[in-house]
Nanobody, 118 residues
Framework: QVQFVESGGGLVQPGGSLRLSCAGS????????MTWYRQAPGKEREWVAF????????VYADSVKGRFTISRDNAKNTLFLQMNNLNPEDTAVYYC???????????WGQGTQVTVSS
């Protein structure tokens, strides 16, 4: 079955950095594009960054452009999100899924909590 396991979140001060990881299983990881999403309290889930199956195409949401970097290691079925210069508006639960803008799989992982606070 398709599964996503996110990790790497935590509490960080404004201006700090975190690196998130997403382990995908139950599908051919290398054959699919991947997207990071986030959901803040009281808000809809939004996409943050996208990467094509081999990493040749990358797209960021305007809110994170220049601060976040998405990457993937297909040999390890793992997606990454390097987050720099974090601000309180980045506080959310971060999720990953296959696809672009809309998830290809109905299964969602637990997500990993990112809290940016002084």
């Amino acid at each position: 079955q398709v599964q996503f396991v996110e990790s790497g979140g935590g509490l960080v001060q404004p201006g700090g950095s975190l690196r998130l990881s997403c382990a995908g299983s139950g599908f051919t990881f290398i054959s699919f594009p991947m997207t990071w999403y986030r959901q803040a309290p009281g808000k809809e889930r939004e996409w943050v960054a996208f990467i094509s199956n081999t990493g040749g195409t990358i797209v960021y949401a305007d809110s994170v452009k220049g601060r976040f970097t998405i990457s993937r290691d297909n040999a390890k079925n793992t997606l990454f999100l390097q987050m720099n210069n974090l601000n309180p508006e980045d506080t959310a639960v971060y999720y990953c899924n296959a696809g672009f803008k809309s998830a290809l799989y109905s299964n969602w992982g637990q997500g990993t909590q990112v809290t940016v606070s002084s």
